[in-house]
């Protein structure tokens, strides 16, 4: 079974690749490192190395907590960071900086995870969420490179879809590796589909582990002075297209029932921001650019350009929508608005963490929406109702503080692995 997966890896990989260069005619950041995706790169260490994957934004903002605390244990080894996606890459950069070597991972190929395996020596591998490679963990194994899928989670429609290779990914998830499941529910279905069950344990979700920085608040603050001064203000953050539309409708709800209401829109992706602007100007709506007005008073609505800033903003703001869930890309963090302590408002597509979603709509730290009307009626609402506003927060902020703790139970099942 490997060897037909190996084979029609080989098969699949220059669609990849052209996928790759295709998605670089609009964003000239996936042509850069390219030799990367193939084990070649800048990195070449002489000493051996621990090594974390996050593939995207999402799991490079989770991965933070677990790099300090690598770095914190093991100050004399170098870490390598991979991720796939430029967006995760530059979020990476902004975060780490050069207190790690960074890197696109290679594709699932031997020759590719070979390469890389020269360049990078890990003597522990890191990956976080659910990121089944067979050739890469076939290779671990090979080079007794311990494993571990850190917040490792499996959705029961995964399960149905994997157990019609359930021979290779027995011979992967059985291979030595270690299982640091979210919840136990994860865990029983990496079990079934072939994971040691003695390897296999419930650590929590490292997502909950995030810090907020000291001086976030009071710039968020300072930041919601600057651009708006006393004005109630809402913020819809990591949209998509097709989803501003739905924002800006909602919006002008929201201006009708209180006329001097200012909207942060934070698109997901920075090929995106001059799409969103035209959107902007053919509504007619008054905007400014963070990027060519900084700290000046803004009319109805800022159009945040930058990269790294969305937590900041979400810290101005007095009611949160999250973004990638009014459409089907599955939803993105609702934990930082969370901690915060801001009411959220989502779409109904959270798939990416439905576990999350579900369990602070559940405390009613979350409302979810089906459209822009009931979007621009629950923001109208909530901006109307401080009260309201402060317990549906403070709802989301318990709930963080009440599940963290993953984070050291996952740095408990490294540390023997490290030696």
Known sequence: MRILYVVLARLAAPFVFATVLWRGLSDRAYWERLGERFGFGRVRLEESSLWVHAVSVGEVQ???ALVRGLRARYPNIPLVLTTVTPTGAALARSLFGDSVHLSYAPYDLPGSVRRFFDRTRPRLAVILETELWPTLYHECGKHNIPLVLASARISPRSVTRYRWF????????????VI???????AARFRSIGANPARTHVTGNIKFDFEIPRALVSDGRALRQ???????VWIAGSTHPGEEDAVLDAHARVLAVSPTALLILVPRHPNR????ASNLKRRSLRFARRSFQAGAPVPQVLLVDTLGELMMFYAAADVAFVGGSLVPVGGHNLLEPAALGLPILCGPYTFNAESIAQL????GAVLKVRDADELGAQVARLLADPGERSSTG?????TVEANRGALEKLLGLIAPLVG
Do not use: K, W
């Open 394 to 398: 403070a709802r989301g902020r318990s």
């Open 360 to 363: 602070l709509i559940e405390v």
């Open 62 to 64: 989770a991965s933070a």
């Open 166 to 177: 359930i021979g290779l990914f027995r011979q992967a998830l059985s291979n030595g590796i």
């Open 180 to 186: 640091a499941a979210q919840s136990e529910s994860d």
């Open 226 to 232: 600057s651009y708006a001064g006393d004005r109630p």
């Open 273 to 276: 921001f001059d799409d969103a």
